[in-house]
C-alpha cells in the first residue's frame, strides 16, 4: 500500500494529524476567550502556554504509563473508555459567569478557567501522539515510529497558520468553540480505529514476527540501553531553554506590537517548524552553520534590546522571529543526535514534555516572582548558548568517529565563540541589571514591568512611570509645577480640549438655567479607562468627580506613594481595580449608568492594544454610561496600528462623530505629542472653536477601516491604515503651533488657554499671516544673562522661526526675568495706522507692574492684538500678497525694544 509517509498506514497518520491539529488550534481559541477577562496583556497568552505544556507533559506521562501495560486490548480499552468521558465536557465555551472580579490571581484564575473549559480533552489529545507511535512500533516493528512525530508537528504547524487567514477571519469564536468540538468527536472515532487495528495487528505480529528495521534502531546506543541520567537532563534542558525561548520572545514581540493569536502564532510556528526539520532529517542541522549563527543572532538581539534608537516595528520582529528560528533550530537538533532507540520513544517523549513545561513555569510563575524587570529573555539567550556548548563539547567528547581535521577546528571555533558570547551576554545582563538601580522603584507582577525613575527637563527634575519602555506618565517635581497636565494628557492634547469644551458647554448651559431660576448639576462626571499616574486628575476642577479603572493593582500604589496627582486635585477620585469593560458591565448591571460627560479610554501598555477595549460592542457599553451629548475620547498614539481610523469606523458603526486632535510636543510643559480622537452627538461641541483649530481633517485614504468586533479584529486591518495620511495640521506652521513657551511658568492656566486659543484661531483663520506668540525665560535659564536683551530676542526669534518663512504680520513677545525686560519683535509690512494700534495694544506691558500680574496682561495684550489683526483689511481676502505701503512703518522684523525709536518696555 502506498502511503504519503513510507511505512505509515492511512489511520495511523491521519489520526495523529487531526490530533495534533486539534491540539494547537484549541490554544488560540482558548486564549481568545480569555484575553477580555484578563485585560488583553502578554501574561494572558505566556499563563495559557503554561497550561498547555503541563498538559502536555501530563499527556506524555500518562501516554508513557499507558504504553508498560503489556495488554495491548487493555491498552485500548482503557484510553478509548477516557476518551468518551471528556466528550461529556463538550463544548468548549467559557461561562460568562467566570469573568474575573479583579481581586483573583489572573495566572491561577487563568489555569483554573482552562481546566473546567477543556482540560480533559486537551489532555487526550496531549497523549495522542506519542500513544499512537507507541501502538505503531508495536503493532509495525518496520515501521519509523519518529517521523509521526514529525507529521504531528506538521499538524499543529497547519493548525496555527491557518487559524489567522481561515478560522478566526471567518468564524465567531462561539462558532470556532462549537466546530472544534464536533472535530474533537471525529477524533475520537478515529482513536478508536487505531486501537482496533492495534489489537488486530497485534494477533497477527504474535504469531509471525517482523525484524527491526534498521531506521528505528539509532547508532550511538545500543537498543536496549537505558539512557542515563545525564542524557535525560540534557533532553530536559534543551527543551527547556527551547521552551524559555518561544514564551519570551513571544512576549517580547506583543509588548512592542499588540497581544492578538497573530503575532502568538508566528513564534510558535517557527518553534514547531525547527521540531519538523530536526525530527525529519539529520542534515537540516548543521553545527557549522548554526553555532556561528549563534553568535550573530545574540548581537543582533542585544543590538535591539540595548538601542536608545527607535526602530521599525517590522525589522524588529524579523529579528526577534530570526534569532527564535537559530536558537530553536539549534535545542532541537542538538535534542534530535541525542535521541534514543525507538523503544525508549515514550520516555524521550515525557522528557522534552517535562522541559517544556518546566520552561514555561519559569517564564509565567518562577520569573514574575522573582525578576524585578523583564529579564528572562536575557537570561534565556545565555541559557540557550550554554546548553547547546554542552551538549556540543559532549558529543565531542563522547563520538568515537572524530570528525576531519578541519571541521573539527571548525566546530571548536564556533564553540569557543559560543563560550565568548554567553560571557558577554551574561556581562550585558549585569550591566541592564545595574541600570535598573537608577529607578526610584521597580515592580513586577503578571501585567508586567514598572518603573518609577527621575527624567530632567528644561523645568526641573521629573518623575516618569514607564511600563517596559513606554512612558504611562511623568509629573513635575517643583511645588508650583506639579498640578501641570503632563504627557499625553496636557490641556492642549485632544482629552485636555474634550473636557475644557465640554466644561465651557456646561457653564454656558448653567448660566442660562440660573437665569431662568431653575437648579444645574455642578462639575463633570469624568471617566478613565486606565489610571497610569493619575494625570487627567490634573484636568478636573472642584466639584468634579474622576472615576479610574486600572486593571494592574500596582500601578495605582505607585501613582499614590511617587506621584501627587490623585492627592493634588481637588475633584474627588475614585480608582476601581479590575478589567475597565468587566467593571463597567457590572456597574450598570448593578447601579446603573455612571451618567459620564466625558469618558478617557487610554489603557494601553505601549503599543499593545487590549482589542477588547476598542471593539463595536465596547463602545455601545460606553455610550450606556455616557450622559446625553455625552464624549468618548479615545487614546490612538501608536507607531505601528491605525488605531484612529479603526475609532472612526467604530463611531460610524454607532452614529457618532469622531474628531481627530493630533497635539505636538511642548517641553516646557512636560507634554507629548498625542494622537486623540475625540467622538459624540454633540453638535454644539463639535462647533466650538477649540476643537475647531485644532482638528486634524479626515481624508479618504483614512475612512473605511473595518471596525474591530468581539468576535473579528484584524491586526491587518490595523497595520493597513497605520500611516496618517493627513498630517498635523500644526506640523507646517511656525513654530509647529507653539505659540506659547513659557519656560519662566508666568502664565496662570486660563490665561495660557485664552492666548493659545486666540492666537492659534488667528493663524488659521489668516492662513498664517498673524501669528502671535508669547516666550517666556525663566531666571535659571542657561545662558540667558550673559547676552544682552536685544541680542536675546533675535536669537529666540530665529530658534522659533519668526524670521524666517513667508512674510508675515506677526508679534512675537517675549519676557525675559534674568534681564527684567519686555520686549517685541513685529512682523514687516504693519501701516503706519496699524502700527499706532499696535503699540496701543502693547502698552500695558510697559508699566511698572509685578511679576504676578504678567499673565492676565499678557492674555489681555493678545486679545486686543487679535482683535486689531481680525481688522486688517487684507485679512479680509483682499491684497493678500504682503505689498503694504510701508513709509512711516516698520521695518521687517523690526525690534522694538530699546531701538533708535526709544525704550518701549523698561524693566519691572
Known amino acids: 500500500m502506498k ?43 505566556t499563563a495559557c502556554m503554561l497550561f498547555f505544556q503541563v498538559l502536555l507533559l501530563g499527556g506524555y506521562t500518562y501516554a508513557h504509563l499507558l504504553g508498560r501495560v503489556p495488554n495491548a486490548q487493555r491498552q485500548a480499552i482503557i484510553h478509548l473508555v477516557i476518551i468518551a468521558l471528556t466528550l461529556l465536557t463538550l463544548p468548549i465555551l467559557l461561562d460568562p459567569a467566570s469573568k474575573p472580579t479583579g481581586t483573583e490571581m489572573p ?37 519509523a515510529p519518529y517521523r509521526l512525530y514529525a507529521l504531528s508537528n506538521a499538524g499543529s504547524l497547519l493548525a496555527l497558520l491557518s487559524y489567522p487567514f481561515v478560522f478566526e477571519s471567518s468564524f465567531s469564536l462561539r462558532a470556532q468553540g462549537i466546530g472544534w468540538s464536533w472535530a474533537y468527536a471525529v477524533f475520537g472515532i478515529a482513536t478508536a480505529a487505531c486501537a482496533w487495528l492495534l489489537v488486530r495487528n497485534m494477533n497477527v505480529t504474535s504469531i509471525v514476527p517482523t525484524p527491526p528495521s534498521p531506521e528505528t534502531v539509532t547508532p550511538r546506543e545500543p537498543r536496549d540501553a ?50 519538523i526539520l530536526c525530527f525529519e532529517r539529520d542534515a537540516w542541522y548543521d553545527r557549522r552553520v548554526f553555532v556561528p549563527l549563534l553568535a550573530v543572532s545574540v548581537g543582533a538581539v542585544l543590538y535591539l534590546m540595548l538601542s536608545e534608537a527607535a526602530v ?59 525578576f524585578s524587570g523583564y529579564w528572562e529573555y536575557d537570561l534565556a539567550l545565555a541559557a540557550t548558548v550554554l546548553a547547546v556548548l554542552l551538549a556540543v563539547l559532549r558529543d565531542l567528547k563522547r563520538n568515537p568517529k572524530r570528525p576531519p581535521r578541519l571541521a573539527r577546528h571548525l566546530a571548536l571555533a564556533g564553540t569557543l565563540g ?24 521597580t515592580n513586577r507582577n503578571f501585567f508586567g514591568v514598572l518603573r518609577v525613575k527621575p527624567v530632567p527637563s528644561i523645568a526641573g527634575e521629573m518623575h516618569r512611570m514607564l511600563h517596559g519602555k513606554t512612558s504611562h506618565g511623568v509629573q513635575f517635581q517643583a511645588p508650583n509645577l506639579r498640578r501641570i497636565a503632563t504627557s499625553y494628557y496636557g490641556r492642549h492634547s485632544g482629552v485636555g480640549l474634550a473636557i475644557g469644551a465640554y466644561r465651557d458647554l456646561r457653564k454656558d448651559a448653567a448660566t442660562f438655567e440660573s437665569s431662568n431660576g431653575r437648579g444645574v448639576e455642578s462639575g463633570l462626571r469624568i471617566g478613565s479607562i486606565g489610571l497610569g ?5 490634573a484636568l478636573a476642577e472642584r466639584g468634579d468627580l474622576v472615576h479610574f479603572y486600572e486593571i494592574n493593582p500596582q500601578v495605582e500604589r505607585l501613582a499614590r506613594k511617587h506621584f501627587s496627582f490623585l492627592s493634588d486635585t481637588p475633584a474627588d477620585v475614585e480608582v476601581v481595580i479590575g478589567d475597565a469593560r468587566i467593571q463597567l458591565e457590572r456597574e450598570l448591571e448593578k447601579d446603573g449608568p455612571q451618567k459620564f460627560d466625558v469618558l478617557v479610554v487610554d489603557a494601553f501598555n505601549g503599543d499593545s492594544v487590549p482589542r477588547h477595549l476598542l471593539t463595536v460592542e465596547a463602545y455601545a457599553l460606553y455610550r450606556r454610561h455616557l450622559r446625553p451629548g455625552g464624549v468618548i475620547a479615545f487614546h490612538t498614539s501608536n507607531h505601528n496600528l491605525g488605531l484612529s481610523s479603526i475609532v472612526h469606523s467604530i463611531a460610524q458603526h454607532n452614529g457618532d462623530e469622531a474628531v481627530r486632535i493630533q497635539s505636538v510636543e511642548e517641553e516646557w510643559l512636560g507634554t507629548t505629542s498625542a494622537r486623540w480622537v475625540i467622538t459624540t452627538r454633540n453638535a454644539d461641541l463639535l462647533t466650538l472653536e477649540r476643537l475647531r483649530v485644532e482638528a486634524t481633517p479626515w481624508v479618504s485614504e483614512e475612512i473605511g477601516a473595518q471596525a474591530w468586533t468581539d468576535d473579528q479584529a484584524s491586526l491587518w486591518e490595523a ?9 498635523n495640521r500644526w506640523r507646517q506652521a511656525l513654530n509647529k503651533g507653539r505659540f506659547i513657551v513659557d519656560t519662566a511658568h508666568l502664565l496662570m492656566p486660563a490665561d495660557a488657554e485664552a492666548i493659545r486659543q486666540r492666537s492659534r484661531a488667528l493663524y488659521l483663520d489668516s492662513s498664517g499671516r498673524f501669528p502671535i506668540m508669547i516666550l517666556t525665560v525663566g531666571s535659571d535659564a542657561d545662558g540667558a544673562d550673559a547676552i544682552g536683551f536685544e541680542e536675546l530676542v533675535s536669537h529666540l526669534a530665529d530658534r522659533v522661526g519668526f524670521n524666517q518663512g513667508k512674510p508675515h504680520q506677526g508679534v512675537m513677545i517675549l ?35 509685578e511679576r504676578t500680574k504678567l499673565s492676565g496682561v499678557l492674555a489681555s495684550t493678545v486679545e486686543a492684538l487679535n482683535r486689531i489683526a481680525r481688522e486688517q483689511a487684507d485679512f479680509l481676502g483682499r491684497n493678500l500678497t504682503g505689498t503694504h505701503p510701508t513709509t512711516g512703518g516698520c521695518q521687517p522684523n523690526e525690534v522694538i525694544c530699546g531701538s533708535k525709536e526709544g525704550d518701549l518696555f523698561p524693566a519691572f
Request: hydrophobic share 50%; aromatic share 10%.
Open 226 to 275: 537505558s539512557p542515563r541520567w545525564p542524557t535525560v537532563l540534557a533532553w530536559i534542558a534543551l527543551s527547556a531553554t527551547g521552551s524559555v525561548m518561544l514564551l519570551a520572545t513571544t512576549s517580547q514581540i506583543s509588548q512592542e506590537l499588540s497581544v492578538m493569536p497573530m503575532l502568538w502564532i508566528l513564534p510558535l510556528s517557527i518553534y514547531l517548524l525547527t521540531f
Open 533 to 537: 499616574v493619575g494625570t487627567v486628575a
Open 107 to 143: 495566572t491561577a484564575s487563568i489555569l483554573m478557567l482552562l481546566a473546567i473549559t477543556a482540560g480533559g480533552p486537551y489532555f487526550m489529545l496531549a497523549a495522542s501522539s506519542p500513544l499512537l507511535a507507541s501502538w505503531y512500533r508495536r503493532s509495525h516493528p518496520d515501521g
Open 719 to 727: 497595520m493597513k491604515y497605520r500611516r496618517t495620511r493627513q498630517p
Open 3 to 45: 502511503t504519503t509517509l513510507p511505512g505509515l498506514i492511512p489511520v495511523y497518520a491521519a489520526t495523529t494529524f487531526l490530533s495534533a491539529f486539534l491540539l494547537f488550534q484549541v490554544q488560540p481559541i482558548l486564549a481568545g476567550f480569555l484575553l477580555p477577562w484578563f485585560g488583553g496583556g502578554p501574561g494572558v497568552w
Open 815 to 849: 519676557v525675559s526675568l534674568p534681564h527684567g525686560r519686555v520686549g517685541a519683535r513685529i512682523g514687516k509690512n504693519w501701516t503706519r495706522e496699524s502700527k499706532q494700534h499696535l503699540m496701543g495694544a502693547l502698552s500695558p506691558l510697559s508699566s511698572d507692574m
Open 312 to 370: 521599525d516595528i517590522r525589522t524588529q520582529i524579523g529579528i526577534y522571529l530570526a534569532a527564535l528560528f537559530v536558537f530553536c533550530m539549534s535545542c532541537h537538533g542538538e535534542l534530535v543526535r541525542l535521541r534514543p532507540p525507538a523503544n525508549r520513544l515514550t520516555g524521550f517523549y515525557l522528557a522534552v514534555a517535562l522541559g517544556g513545561a518546566f520552561g514555561g513555569f519559569l517564564t509565567a510563575v518562577v520569573a514574575p516572582l522573582i
Open 418 to 441: 559560543a563560550l565568548v558570547m554567553a560571557g558577554l551576554i551574561a556581562g550585558l545582563t549585569m550591566h541592564i541589571a545595574n541600570w535598573e538601580h537608577e529607578a526610584i522603584a
